[in-house]
């Protein structure tokens, strides 16, 4: 039963276009083709990948943020109080107003005093400077180093400059071993990413990042499958070619080095526009999705590619309009860049001026049940 449930799923039919099929892809007369036994090689790459991030953090992005001047602010700790931590362990880490003043009631505290326990038990909970710094400079360096081998690997194919020609003989396109070697480390990459998403730095935009994770692995795994690594390459250059200067825009965001982060981040604006919201959708989309269909009949596989792509497509959109407030925040008054996916820690300081509103207020009359209004809402952007 299960076998003939493979078969069915597996039909040439579905994956390739009428009068092509698996055995399409079969070796012969020395050419190689992608099998489907080789994605489990990135299994291995990915652990490699997590064990020389941590020691890379170690040696290198440590002592690098040391350099640069990367410090934390000593955090001050909430004092022990179990039934604080209850609530913010059980119920929310951000308390209503009412259930602030049934805490004050249960605990004998003040409000002030359980509104900045809160506050400094969300702060003992953000990820420090220091851990932002290691993360970015370990993607900054794989992004830097894949963009260039990409770069290598294409720089002497016709299909980098005629974009057509990626379905040229499709699919009987052999696999060269440089072509192998960016997949597979690419792809194991991004797994190792997904193996490490638990312990890296959490932003607001968590949930489209695990969409793009899932996204571009099922991307990168299906196009070895069916061969369709010529336009799989070219999309993995395109994704690499800003990633490196967005990371290196947060290191220097993070050293406090506000020119060079607002130049960089500039340049990473416009390198991700370009390549993400012209060349993708324009070039590499349209060659995908709609030059297919001069050559073969439509079929699911080419379907469930680009469907994969529109994906990932979506998710540019989103992110590039996420770039384009943050460039218009910072250009005219010059302020350092700072990542609207990420929470900014809050400070004692706007404690000082929630409880100055809240004094003004008290005087003016304006309280509720014998305390002044609290505005407890501190989801500021980083």
């Known amino acids: 039963m299960l ?11 579905i994956w390739f276009p009428e009068g092509h099929g698996w055995a399409d892809l079969t070796d012969r007369d020395g050419q190689v083709f992608p099998k489907t036994q080789d994605l489990w090689v990135t299994l291995p790459i990915a652990l490699c ?3 020389c991030r941590q020691i890379f953090e170690r040696t290198v992005a440590t002592p690098l943020a040391s350099l640069l001047g990367v410090s934390d602010k000593q955090r001050v700790r909430a004092p022990p109080n179990p039934t604080l931590e209850s609530f913010f ?6 308390p209503t107003q009412s259930s602030i003043e049934s805490l004050s009631k249960q605990t004998g505290c003040s409000v002030r005093q359980v509104q900045r326990w809160f506050r400094r038990r969300r702060n003992q909970d953000r990820p420090s400077k220091l851990k932002k710094f290691r993360e970015a400079c370990w993607r900054f360096t794989f992004y830097l180093l894949a963009f260039f081998a990409g770069l290598a690997v294409l720089v002497d194919k016709p299909w980098l400059y005629d974009m057509k020609q990626m379905w040229d003989g499709f699919p009987k396109m052999p696999l060269l071993p ?4 960016y997949y597979m480390i690419e792809l194991g990459f991004y797994v190792s990413l997904l193996f490490s998403v638990a312990s890296d730095v959490k932003r607001k935009d968590f949930k489209e990042q695990i969409i793009h994770h899932v996204a571009t692995i099922s991307l990168i795994s299906f196009s070895w499958l069916v061969n369709y690594i010529r336009a799989g390459t070219l999309i993995m250059l395109v994704h690499d070619s ?15 080095w506000r020119k060079s982060c607002n130049f960089i981040f500039t340049m990473f604006a416009a390198v991700f526009i370009i390549t993400r919201l012209v060349i993708l959708p324009f070039w590499i989309i349209y060659t995908t999705w709609v030059y297919p269909l001069t050559l073969y009949p439509p079929f699911l596989g080419f379907y ?34 700072e990542d609207e996916r990420s929470d900014r820690e809050e400070t004692e300081s706007e404690d000082e001026d929630v409880g100055r509103e809240q004094r003004g207020k008290f005087k003016n009359g304006h309280v509720q049940n014998g305390h002044a209004p609290l505005n407890n809402n501190h989801s500021k952007a980083d």
């Not at 440089?178 to 070697?181: E, N």
């Not at 990633?243 to 050293?255: I, R």
């Open 242 to 256: 800003s990633d490196y200067l967005m990371e290196s825009a947060k290191m220097f965001n993070y050293a406090g």
């Open 178 to 181: 440089s072509q192998y070697w």
């Open 49 to 51: 990948f997590l064990v």
């Open 304 to 337: 469930f590619f680009n469907g994969l792509m529109l994906v990932l497509q979506a998710l540019h959109i989103f992110w590039a309009v996420l770039i384009v407030r943050m460039v218009i925040k910072f250009l005219p008054g010059n302020d350092i860049v």
């Open 89 to 94: 362990c059980s119920t929310s880490k951000n």
């Open 3 to 13: 076998s003939g449930l493979g078969e069915k799923i597996w039909a040439d039919w």
